[in-house]
């Protein structure tokens, strides 16, 4: 698994646990839904500013949201 699929795997559980859909944390993070869709998809790779602006947004450090897991996702 590279860094853009845990990335957007680690996103996506994140965002579950939060109970945000990809809409809400778009605009928690000032992004589009489009692009959060797109990074969650593994289509894109987000820069570490956009990361910086996710887990901002989240709640939480970056590095946890590019952290492989055992489990394979974040906190």
Do not use: C, W
């Amino acid at each position: 698994m590279d860094l853009k699929e845990i990335f957007a795997t680690n996103l996506r559980h994140a965002r579950n646990r939060r109970h945000l859909t990809q809409e809400e944390l778009a605009e928690r993070s000032g992004l589009s839904s489009r692009y959060i869709g797109a990074i969650e998809r593994a289509d894109v790779s987000a820069s570490v500013t956009v990361l910086g602006r996710i887990a901002d947004a989240l709640g939480m450090e970056p590095e946890v949201l590019i952290r492989k897991s055992k489990n394979g996702h974040s906190d």
